[in-house]
């Protein structure tokens, strides 16, 4: 175990509707990543938290948007959701922000959009 | 930009030996190894640097080419928990604003 855990890990959504994931980082952790994965694809950068403070971003449109904690939890909202949409969310620990350390991922939220 | 991973699908018999590449089209600084089983989180394996330090804590083994931008994982006598996909990723961008980006995975199949 990683001590990153992701709620909720299923559910379903309808197109339109929006949607927010939540990650609880693992202890000292200052830095949450959040992944997009499709079916047998790898995971796709959506953005990184560091310090409560949006910190790089993935190709990903305006619709998806996060925030973080005092705490260093984290949250990822999906408005107006899309069939595309649908895919396991994972989010990553680590400490700071150059990807020269382990990531600690949880173990996903898994939307369907239908 | 995308890593490219080879091949896609490995299928051994336990004991056997197995050898994972990942290459990119630009210059490489650290590749990052990952192993996702199936409905479970990725879980780190090990991080090679420009210059060849290594981060890790399995008992897998890497090379990390910066002339051909390319790492290979080595994985010998396999066992049947080392079965998953497999995932190396590349630092993109600058400072702040630097990210992983994955390939699309190595499938590997250990059977007794």
């Known amino acids: 175990e990683t001590g990153v855990t992701q709620s909720p890990t299923h559910l379903i959504k309808t197109r339109g509707q929006q949607v927010t994931l939540r990650c609880s980082s693992q202890?000292?952790?200052?830095?949450v990543s959040w992944y997009q994965q499709a079916l047998g694809q790898g995971p796709q950068f959506i953005f990184q938290?560091?310090?409560?403070?949006?910190?790089g971003r993935g190709n990903f449109p305006p619709r998806f948007s996060g925030l973080q904690f005092p705490n260093y939890s984290s949250e990822l909202n999906v408005n107006a959701l899309e069939l595309d949409d649908s895919a396991l969310y994972l989010c990553a620990s680590s400490l700071g922000v150059s990807p020269t350390g382990e990531l600690f991922f949880g173990e996903g939220s898994r939307l369907t959009v239908l | 930009q995308q890593p490219v991973q080879s091949p896609q699908a490995v299928i051994l018999r336990e004991g056997e030996d197995a050898v994972i590449n990942c290459s990119s089209s630009?210059?490489?600084?650290?590749v990052h190894w990952y192993r996702q089983k199936h409905g479970e989180a990725p879980v780190f394996l090990m991080i090679l640097l420009k210059g060849g330090e290594q981060k890790g804590h399995e008992k897998i083994s890497a090379s990390f080419n910066e002339k051909k931008q390319q790492s290979s994982l080595y994985l010998t006598a396999s066992q049947l928990s080392y079965s998953g996909t497999y995932f190396c990723g590349t630092p993109l961008g600058a400072g702040n604003n630097r990210k992983l980006i994955w390939g699309l995975g190595t499938s590997l199949a250990v059977n007794p």
């Open positions: 938290y560091y310090r409560e403070e949006e910190n």
């Open positions: 202890s000292g952790h200052n830095t």
């Open positions: 630009k210059a490489l600084y650290s």
